[in-house]
């Protein structure tokens, strides 16, 4: 099993571009978040699905988008970057549609990706 | 609102010398607290979970326990390799399903 993946590693925008961060998961895993981490402030975590078709926001889900069509990606997109959205992004998965806390609640992060806004 | 507060923001302690990492929690009903580790450029890579007041978990030098306000993880004789960013987390049955992260507290362990 690969896990987690996440692509690009690194990504350098320009202000007011759009692009999509990549997530897979090859688990089966039913539960799939996208966090960012920025200095100072920790993890927060911007969406989550529990399942295919299902989604809803976290603590600062503004400026981006996302969808689940499929178990296994949860792309996270930027429809017009902002310098404020220069950070480390992480997706992560858990086995059960309860997520952490749940039954069967470890929950697997992906290697990151840093992205800049310029 | 669901709050974690970890301290020391950065520890610093020669090979051998155990020390524990502190975090506070305020939250509606705790669901789990949650210990990550993580490398420079690296995911957090999950280490324990605690769900219940006088709870402990052990792995290796590790050891976390838990009481209504607050986790502990204890560091017994701690090597180099030992260093990294703790980080924790709880889950509320206000929030389930949404992780609440500290800022973490960095260990640095000299040899």
């Known amino acids: 099993n690969a896990g987690v993946t996440q692509t690009p590693k690194f990504q350098v925008l320009k202000t007011g571009q759009s692009m999509t961060l990549q997530c897979a998961q090859d688990?089966?895993?039913?539960?799939m978040s996208w966090y960012r981490q920025d200095p100072g402030m920790g993890l927060r975590l911007i969406h989550y699905?529990?399942?295919?078709?299902?989604?809803d926001q976290g603590e600062v889900p503004n400026g981006y988008n996302v969808s689940r069509s499929t178990t296994e990606d949860f792309p996270l997109r930027l429809l017009s970057a902002a310098p404020s959205q220069t950070s480390v992004y992480f997706c992560?998965?858990?086995?059960?549609?309860?997520?952490?806390?749940?039954?069967?609640?470890?929950?697997?992060f992906g290697p990151g990706t840093r992205l800049t806004v310029l | 609102e669901d709050q974690v507060t970890q301290s020391p923001e950065a520890l610093r302690l020669q090979e051998g010398e155990s020390s524990s990492l502190n975090c506070s929690y305020t939250?509606?009903?705790?669901?789990?607290l949650f210990w990550y580790r993580q490398d420079p450029g690296k995911g957090p890579e999950f280490l324990f979970t605690l769900y219940s007041a006088g709870e402990e978990k052990e792995k290796e030098r590790l050891k976390a326990t838990l009481t209504k306000k607050e986790s502990f993880l204890h560091i017994t004789a701690p090597k180099p390799e030992d260093s990294a960013t703790y980080l924790c987390a709880v889950t509320s049955r206000g929030n389930t399903g949404k992780l609440i992260f500290g800022q973490g507290t960095t260990l640095q362990v000299k040899p």
């Open positions: 992560a998965s858990t086995q059960g549609r309860g997520g952490p806390g749940g039954f069967r609640d470890t929950q697997y």
């Open positions: 699905s529990v399942g295919a078709g299902i989604t």
């Open positions: 688990m089966n895993h039913e539960y």
């Open positions: 939250v509606s009903g705790l669901r789990g």
